[in-house]
């Protein structure tokens, strides 16, 4: 099945910094998704992007599909950012069943 | 528009004890799949059921099962319960089509505990 791999897996940060997360994944996808899991275990979602840019307010994300990785951008850091970042994929043989690989993750500290 | 809802929120359960969680999707959401996440690791696919079909299957004995109702609601059900079964158990529903290609939304999960 398809590997997905995140980096670093963990990253303790100063408020205020910026900080970048990287996904990389072994084959085509379909759908890949970013999720912020906060300290009672809701996965909230960030990002739908199994290509190209988005961005939303502080956070934006890009995946390059033909060199299966993604970058989710963490600008202006707060404590509430606070968490585990999971990357998660849906590659592209699974067409018609949505089962998601997710990698290992990222925990993030933001200290005050 | 309410999220994805489960029940109960949290489950104690001695080894050998059969247990259902329930899942509640996102309205107009067709799609539902469960996933297991064992503390300090991503979650783990475990079903999905599309119009009350599986669709796929995750690497899971078959102790564990599913249905979907025609309210597009589901349950996960586990016989003969380990103690590496204790986990985060966490539903998610997506758009009519259900085909992998859209958002997949998740609820706030079932936290189990075998003892």
């Known amino acids: 099945g398809i590997q997905v791999e995140q980096s670093p897996p963990d990253l303790i940060l100063q408020e205020g910094a910026n900080s970048t997360l990287r996904c990389n994944f072994s084959?085509?996808?379909?759908?890949l998704q970013w999720f912020h899991q906060n300290p009672w275990g809701q996965l909230i979602n960030l990002f739908y992007i199994p290509s190209g840019t988005k961005q939303n307010g502080r956070l934006s994300a890009t995946t390059v599909a033909t060199e299966r990785y993604s970058l989710l951008y963490i600008s202006s850091s707060q404590t509430t950012d606070s968490g585990v970042y999971f990357c998660?994929?849906?590659?592209?043989?699974?067409?018609?069943?949505?089962?998601?690989?997710f990698g290992t993750g990222t925990r993030l500290t933001i200290i005050p | 528009d309410a999220g994805v809802t489960q029940s109960p929120t949290h489950l104690i359960k001695t080894r050998g004890q059969h247990v259902t969680l329930r899942c509640s999707p996102i309205?107009?959401?067709?799609?539902v799949s469960w996933y297991q996440q064992v503390l300090g690791q991503g979650p783990q696919f475990i079903f999905q059921?599309?119009?009350?079909?599986?669709?796929g299957r995750g690497n899971f004995p078959d102790r564990f099962s599913a249905r979907q109702f025609p309210n597009y609601s589901s349950e996960l059900n586990v016989n003969a319960l380990l103690l590496g079964d204790s986990a985060l158990y966490l539903c998610?529903?997506?758009?009519?089509?259900?085909?992998?290609?859209?958002?997949?939304?998740f609820g706030p999960g079932t936290r189990l505990t075998v003892l």
């Open positions: 998610a529903s997506s758009s009519p089509l259900g085909i992998g290609t859209d958002t997949q939304y």
């Open positions: 309205s107009g959401h067709k799609s």
């Open positions: 998660a994929v849906g590659p592209s043989s699974n067409f018609g069943n949505e089962k998601l690989t």
């Open positions: 084959d085509s996808v379909n759908n």
């Open positions: 059921y599309y119009e009350k079909e599986e669709r």
